[in-house]
């Protein structure tokens, strides 16, 4: 089982980026989740699914601005983000959480997400002023 990111790149403050997170060998319902972290700050849960796309989370510091959603047929969760900061600037990771937990919220998102879950390697995202 593997979880991939795509999508990163260099961008000017204002501009967006989408990221994708493809999932593949998860053969259970799974929650699925956007995380960052920036260098000398910790993990911050940025966004959240649920298994089947009704309820989604997002950080005060993304909200309005960042849109999560998925396509189980594709296996695929993407993470639209838009007038982007240069505080956005981070490696963003996705990661998959097994469960059919229906409502996404802080303490369900938080970046203590377990190591045991199903983790991607990251995809950096910059933001210039």
């Known amino acids: 089982a593997q979880v991939v990111e795509s999508g990163g790149g260099l961008v000017q403050a204002g501009g967006s980026l989408r990221l994708s997170c493809t999932a593949s060998?998860?053969?259970?319902?799974?929650?699925m989740g956007w995380f960052r972290q920036a260098p000398g700050k910790e993990r911050e849960g940025v966004s959240c699914i649920s298994w089947n796309g009704g309820s989604a989370y997002y950080a005060d510091s993304v909200k309005g601005r960042f849109t999560i959603s998925r396509d189980n047929a594709k296996n695929t969760v993407y993470l639209q983000m838009n007038s982007l900061k240069p505080e956005d600037t981070a490696m963003y990771y996705c990661?998959?959480?097994?469960?059919?937990?229906?409502?996404?919220?802080?303490?369900?998102?938080?970046?203590?997400?377990?190591?045991?879950?199903?983790w991607g390697q990251g995809t950096q995202v910059t933001v210039s002023s």
């Open positions: 060998g998860l053969n259970f319902d799974y929650a």
């Open positions: 990661a998959a959480r097994p469960g059919r937990v229906g409502a996404m919220n802080h303490d369900y998102c938080s970046g203590s997400w377990s190591s045991a879950y199903y």
